[in-house]
Nanobody, 114 residues
């Protein structure tokens, strides 16, 4: 009934790019706002990118200008294009609604090497 499946993470060099995907259930995609969160080791999980139903986007200052969030409603898929990656972007990335549910997927690990 509730499905959140993140994919696309990996190990990349600083300055590189990755595109993350999130396959979500229709019930989740029906919500107005969707977002990408990340959690670095020993840190709180934080929202880094948000997209609302009308297409407006919001980004944390740490990723603004480098990350692009988008959605494909027909495929119930959320994307995060990450460019100019930095070592401080290293984290497990999760998708969820905004504000988030208690339920989380397994996330996808992004490691950016120096």
């Amino acid at each position: 009934q509730v499905q959140l499946v993140e994919s696309g993470g990996g190990l990349v060099q600083a300055g590189g790019s990755l595109r993350l995907s999130c396959a979500a259930s229709g019930s989740i995609f029906s919500r107005n706002s969707l977002g990408w969160y990340r959690q670095a080791p020993g840190k709180q999980r934080t929202l880094v990118a948000e997209i609302v139903g009308g297409g407006s986007t919001n980004y944390a200052d740490s990723v603004k200008g480098r990350f692009i969030i988008s959605r494909d409603n027909a495929k119930n898929t959320l994307y995060l294009q990450m460019n100019s990656l930095k070592p401080e972007d290293t984290a497990v990335y999760y998708c969820n609604v905004v504000p988030s549910f208690e339920y989380w997927g397994k996330g996808t690990l992004v490691i950016v090497s120096s």
